[in-house]
């Protein structure tokens, strides 16, 4: 171990104090630093790429709050129409002229939806859009994928039970089996296995969900053709394909991965990005489909702070910019380069070591095969990643604490951030394979 560890002592003793107060001192497990070393950062500020912890340390930060913040911390537009939005009041349960606002924009840049309505999470878009699904086909079960994941909904916490492809079992106590059994696990990936079970069970599947990029699990890059065999298969059974967007959404082009795949299915899901660091998410579909939707049709759904002004304009300032020609193009590239000197240095010593990528999503894969399946993943790849977490933390530089987790790069990190990480990253590589 490295002397000079960066001091922690302000944020131990919150979380101490934290552990009396929250289930593990946390309001969400991951941020409990349990499969890396050290109690977790109490962050006080963020601005541009770079965030403080409670005793000072900075850090160049590749989590930005799971995904968000795209345009990285303290986003000067997206501060000001908040700011100006908040001081007219906060919420009214009405509609208000920003929610149309947001709604018009992301309607019109988007060829694959007609209407939208927004929630307050990830978790309680893809509940809605279950829901909806289930609805609008008078069917009740749902396939979902092994290594993508969906929010807390009870359906889907599940895992698949024994044998290559059966009936869920749940994966959180609370969750009945009723409920687990519903749904229908697969391994990604898996052309036969997949045709195979949708053919038998047509009648009772309402929907097929999935993550077009899964992001959740590692970065498990699928096959465009698999996806396409996915929509075109469901297509001809009558079952609604789902595209769980909460990350990819707004993150790998303002289309998302339907877009940049080219696939229209039946109901996207959004978060993180569209809120703009504010509690927002939203389901999206054909005008027919969302017309089964209370209160113009009979599947209920609602949300007392949904569509509040202020989350609105978060969601409005973060997505103009995101329009802006190039805006992606040149995320993308700066990615592309960053990983580059990553893997040119780690490719000149022979460390084990890929970094696959989405747009401005990055995973560090040690292993040089290509993964496309949970499964693949192995469990001791864990212990090396939880080196380079420590390590880099000593060095200013933050990544989410799993090595389950992918980074993002936000268009706030400039060039010269991400050359500094990348140096920082290659000599902490030295030591995790040392
Ligand atoms: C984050 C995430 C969710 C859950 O969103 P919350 O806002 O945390 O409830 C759902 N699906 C995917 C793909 C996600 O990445």
Redesign the pocket.
Known sequence: MRKNLIDRTTSAKLFEEAKKYFPGGVNSPVRAFKSVSGPPLFIKKGEGCRITDEDNNVYIDFCCS??PLILGHNNEAVRNYVTETVAKGTSFGTPTRLGNELGKMILENHAYIEKMRFVS????A?MSALRLARGYTGKSKIIKFEGC????VDALLVKAGSGLATFGVSTSAGVPEAVAGDTIVLPLDNDALLKEILEKYADDIAAVIL?PIP??NGLLLQRPCWLKDLRELTRKLNILLIF?E??SGFRVSFEGAAGNYVIQPDIL?Y??IIGGGMPV?AYAASAEIMSHIAPEGDVYQAGTLSANPVAMAAGFATCQQLLRPGFYENLESKTTNFISRILNYSGKKGYEISIPQAGSIFWFAFTREKITRADQIQSESMDKFKILHHELLQRGVYLGPSGYEVGFVSAAHTEADLEEAAQKICDCLDIVFR
């Open positions: 799971w995904g999470s990830g978790t309680e893809v994941y969906h929010g807390h993550e992001a959740n769980d909460v990350i899901t978060g993180k998410g």
